[in-house]
């Protein structure tokens, strides 16, 4: 089972002015994000208690409002610092635009930091899938910042062979924390709130909403489009 979650309230999604002018790379949580990650948590331990669950696996974005996001919801679902270790896959990032928010911390910066961060202590890290310093999209081309459509893609099939595929074949429960813009490919164009979460399974299956982003009931299964995604 592989289940997905997107990070909670970040600095840049309270920004008031022009999203593409937010000044400053790879931003954290905000005290309302925090909260989201622990309610989140929460919400996700009574699930499993009520469905025998039991995670296997857990990975991340390399940006910190994913990793904070990680830390935080484990924790609040009865996993403390150490007791797993947290997967660092860069395959997970958002889709580079252009905006600031989505350019990383450069990998030995951030390893820097996963190891000094107070609310880290004790935790277990796998950064092994970072293999650049700086390991995000960079356009050569300054008037056409995007990340190419085919590249994007190409990381979430990776997402799929390294991740969604093997949870459903091995019997794993593996939870991955990201970002909106993966989230809404990998659902097939469902928005997702801050800190939403839901089962992806392999394409072709029903796929369940288990933690809606209201009080309201979730929808009934549906049947996610044969895509570019099937392998």
Request: net charge negative.
């Given at each position: 089972?592989?289940?997905?979650?997107?990070?909670?309230?970040?600095a840049a999604n309270v920004y008031e002015g022009p999203f593409e002018h937010y000044p400053h790379a790879d931003p954290d949580l905000t005290k309302?994000?925090?909260?989201?990650?622990?309610?989140?948590?929460?919400?996700?331990?009574?699930?499993?208690?009520?469905?025998?669950?039991?995670?296997?696996?857990?990975?991340?974005?390399?940006?910190?409002?994913?990793?904070?996001?990680?830390?935080?919801?484990?924790?609040?679902?009865?996993?403390?610092?150490?007791?797993?270790?947290?997967?660092?896959?860069?395959?997970?990032?958002?889709?580079?635009?252009?905006?600031?928010?989505?350019?990383?911390?450069?990998?030995?910066?951030?390893?820097?930091?996963?190891?000094?961060?107070?609310?880290?202590?004790?935790?277990?890290?796998?950064?092994?899938?970072?293999?650049?310093?700086?390991?995000?999209?960079?356009?050569?081309?300054?008037?056409?910042?995007?990340?190419?459509?085919?590249?994007?893609?190409?990381?979430?099939?990776?997402?799929?062979?390294?991740?969604?595929?093997?949870?459903?074949?091995?019997?794993?429960?593996?939870?991955?924390?990201?970002?909106?813009?993966?989230?809404?490919?990998?659902?097939?164009?469902?928005?997702?709130?801050?800190?939403?979460?839901?089962?992806?399974?392999?394409?072709?299956?029903?796929?369940?909403?288990?933690?809606?982003?209201?009080?309201?009931?979730?929808p009934p299964p549906q049947m996610p489009p044969r895509n570019k995604f099937e392998p």
């Amino acid at each position: 089972m592989f289940i997905y979650c997107r990070h909670g309230q970040s600095a840049a999604n309270v920004y008031e002015g022009p999203f593409e002018h937010y000044p400053h790379a790879d931003p954290d949580l905000t005290k309302l994000g925090e909260k989201q990650a622990v309610e989140g948590g929460k919400a996700f331990k009574e699930w499993a208690g009520e469905n025998d669950v039991t995670v296997t696996r857990v990975a991340c974005s390399p940006l910190r409002r994913a990793i904070r996001t990680a830390v935080l919801y484990m924790q609040a679902a009865g996993y403390e610092n150490g007791s797993y270790t947290l997967v660092i896959d860069p395959n997970l990032s958002e889709r580079v635009d252009g905006t600031p928010s989505v350019t990383g911390t450069p990998k030995s910066e951030l390893l820097d930091f996963l190891e000094n961060e107070p609310a880290y202590k004790g935790m277990s890290f796998d950064a092994g899938a970072i293999t650049k310093e700086n390991w995000w999209f960079e356009s050569a081309d300054p008037e056409d910042p995007f990340e190419p459509a085919d590249d994007f893609i190409d990381r979430l099939l990776a997402v799929y062979a390294s991740h969604i595929k093997p949870a459903d074949e091995n019997g794993e429960v593996i939870l991955a924390f990201s970002h909106g813009g993966v989230g809404l490919t990998l659902t097939q164009f469902e928005t997702m709130e801050n800190c939403q979460t839901v089962h992806i399974p392999a394409f072709g299956e029903p796929r369940t909403l288990f933690i809606p982003k209201t009080s309201e009931p979730p929808p009934p299964p549906q049947m996610p489009p044969r895509n570019k995604f099937e392998p």
